[in-house]
């Protein structure tokens, strides 16, 4: 999942295998099931990120409690979000895909 590519301007996105990736581990709701935020991030391993990728920003503004993790290959997006209980704890979480627009903006 942590796969990387270049991109533009010293950037790098996620490779095909990376998304395929994600689309898998997201897709299963129970395995974040029961975890905090910090807990579903360390399962994740967000900390195995490229320090030079910076695609993982969401498309829109959203509640920072509810979207655990961001991956994008430079064209399409795919957000994980997690609802929590009054514990913090996920009890149901899912994926979003998106096209992602900074693409645009580069190629502009």
């Not at 920003?57 to 997690?82: C, H, N, Q, W």
Request: charged residues 30%; glycine residues 4%; without cysteine.
């Amino acid at each position: 999942m942590w796969e990387t590519k270049p991109f533009r301007d010293g950037m790098v996105a996620a490779t095909p295998a990376a998304m395929n990736a994600a689309r898998r581990v997201f897709r299963s709701e129970r395995s974040l099931r029961g975890l905090t935020m910090a807990q579903a991030r360390a399962w994740l391993k967000t900390d195995r990120r490229n320090p030079a990728f910076k695609l993982g920003k969401p498309r829109y503004d959203f509640e920072d409690d509810e979207t655990v993790m961001v991956l994008s290959d430079g064209r399409d997006s795919i957000r994980l979000v997690a609802v929590f209980n009054d514990a913090g704890q996920i009890i149901r979480s899912w994926p979003e895909e998106y096209m992602t627009l900074m693409v645009r903006d580069l190629e502009e």
